[in-house]
């Protein structure tokens, strides 16, 4: 039989109620209760069961799995969180905890979509390339941004944002361009300049032909270090390269502009969202807006 088997997960009872049984035999049903904590009655029932039906009468009779806890409001949420803002388990979390003041726990969300029938989220395909990198992050605000520009399909024609990330927060900034060239390279950095509420020390990019060397000395004329990545390490630009990810998966996959001007102020909003409103796993659910303060010394 099923008990029999060393995969049953009601095995482990069974030998624990054939040991209280093997008591009962000897010293009768009293003393065994109160040798082992149980009430007379249960003692008395796994006795008859055993009787009438050997091991099989002692299989557990309660329900492998008790009712769900969670309100159906919290449940109506978390499907919510999964078919309308294509979170996973994670962010669901802290997404009921920051919006809807809910505690829920990662498991628990996870099999309440499986019992709703939601399919899980899709894997997005990772090209095989070279070993990760240690992964780290600057201490301070400023302390390194990584710049890069991402190729976009935008009403049968091309159209380049160019990104922004503070290493430290991961605060943004995203701007549209019809081209990609010096011109936009060196509008982009007065942006980025004005953007951000702390001094940038050090610009790191590519090599690529949209930075030439006018973007660089325009950099070091700011006072801002210049580093380069190496070539075809587009891991050494991590953070900026995870965010053009997410832009594929929130932004760009879930919104059709009908022109430029209305990507570019779409390309913006979407900028305040990311910065204030998107809470992020890698700074334990703050927003990029919220870490400033908690790496910046009080004025």
């Not at 065994?32 to 006795?47: E, H, I, S």
């Amino acid at each position: 039989m099923a008990i029999q088997s060393r995969k049953s997960p009601d095995r482990g009872k069974v030998r624990e109620r054939l040991a209280v049984l093997a008591y009962v035999k000897v010293h009768g049903v009293a003393p065994a209760a109160q040798r082992f904590g149980l009430d007379r009655k249960t003692v008395r029932t796994w006795r008859d069961r055993y009787r009438a039906h050997g091991e099989a009468g002692l299989v557990p009779r309660y329900p492998t799995r008790r009712p769900r806890r969670i309100p159906e409001e919290t449940v109506a949420l978390i499907a919510h969180a999964r078919t309308e803002c294509r979170y996973g388990a994670c962010r669901a979390r802290l997404w009921l905890i920051r919006v809807h003041e809910r505690r829920v726990a990662t498991k628990t969300i996870t099999r309440i979509c499986e019992d709703l029938g939601l399919p899980p989220l899709r894997r997005v395909k990772r090209r095989r390339g070279p070993r990760q990198l240690t992964l780290f992050e600057k201490p301070y605000p400023g302390d390194s941004v990584q710049v890069d520009v991402k190729v976009v399909k935008l009403a049968g024609t091309k159209a380049y944002q160019y990104t922004a990330l503070d290493d430290c927060t991961r605060l943004r900034v995203l701007r549209l361009y019809r081209r990609q060239n010096q011109v936009a390279s060196l509008e982009f950095f007065e942006e980025v300049r004005k953007a951000f509420p702390f001094p940038i020390r050090q610009l790191q990019n590519d090599n690529g032909s949209e930075f030439p060397l006018a973007f660089s000395l325009s950099v070091q004329e700011a006072g801002i270090r210049r580093r380069y990545i190496r070539p075809r390490r587009p891991q050494q630009n991590g953070k900026v390269e995870r965010s053009h990810r997410i832009d594929n998966e929130e932004f760009w996959g879930r919104h059709e502009c009908a022109g430029f001007e209305e990507a570019a102020q779409a390309v913006r909003d979407w900028e305040q969202v990311y910065n204030y409103l998107r809470f992020s796993i890698a700074l334990h659910g703050r927003t990029p807006a919220e870490k400033p303060a908690a790496v910046l010394p009080a004025a």
